[in-house]
């Protein structure tokens, strides 16, 4: 069964540094996004990718945060300068195609900030 | 997105149904009632989704109430590994929009 791939499973950095988190989406998926859990809370939507451009953002996906397609088959996150409460698993997701039932979600990427 | 209501915890015992409630009282008529699941700290897991009918796949049952404004998600053979949190999410299927999840319900399976 075709499954999202992310990369790594936990990635622990300093405060300023920047991390990239990478996802594999599944192949003929045409729509990308991010989500991210804090530890005990809700699992909140970050971004929404389709066409090579952002399609939704929220309120967390500030200017710290960018989005790439680089090579046709991994979606990376970026925070340009990791603060303590960037903390969180970061999940990927994909659909594919606007009818889809379901968004499937990769294991996650556990980001610790020291 | 409309908002969903769901209980905090439920528990259920090993092998009998576990059933659980989800109040959608403002949903529109476009719609969708969607279930995931979130085993421990993985990534979130897609279960079952409907409009108006009862559904039914190899995971799960979806019942929907007449007038959509609640809908109950039914695990018929409980086992230890359906413990996790499920959220129902309600969500127009055109478009892909993104998945506003709320508390959930955390559901125990127990021996």
């Known amino acids: 069964e075709p499954e999202v791939t992310q990369t790594p499973s936990h990635q622990v950095t300093q405060m300023g540094q920047e991390v990239i988190l990478r996802c594999v989406p599944i192949s003929n998926h045409l729509y990308f996004y991010w989500y991210r859990q804090i530890l005990g809370q809700k699992v909140e939507f970050l971004v929404s990718f389709y066409n090579n451009e952002i399609s939704e953002k929220s309120e967390i996906f500030d200017d710290q945060f960018s989005v790439e397609r680089p090579d046709g088959s991994n979606f990376t996150l970026k925070i340009r300068s990791t603060k303590l409460e960037d903390s969180a698993m970061y999940f990927c997701?994909?659909?594919?195609?606007?009818?889809?039932?379901?968004?499937?979600f990769g294991p996650g990427t556990r980001l610790t900030v020291l | 997105d409309a908002k969903t209501t769901q209980p905090p915890s439920m528990d259920c015992a090993e092998g009998r149904a576990a059933n659980l409630p989800c109040n959608h009282s403002t949903i529109s008529g476009n719609e969708y009632v969607y279930w995931y699941r979130q085993i421990h700290s993985q990534g979130p897991q897609y279960i079952i989704h409907?409009?108006?009918n009862n559904e039914t796949n190899e995971m799960a049952s979806l019942i929907i109430t007449e007038d959509r404004k609640s809908s109950t998600l039914i695990l018929p053979h409980a086992t230890l590994r359906d413990t996790a949190v499920y959220y129902c999410?309600?969500?127009?299927?055109?478009?892909?929009?993104?998945?506003?999840f709320g508390q959930g319900t955390r559901l125990t399976i127990n021996p």
């Open positions: 997701a994909s659909l594919g195609v606007v009818q889809s039932d379901e968004q499937f």
């Open positions: 999410i309600v969500k127009i299927i055109q478009g892909a929009q993104k998945l506003v």
């Open positions: 409907g409009l108006k």
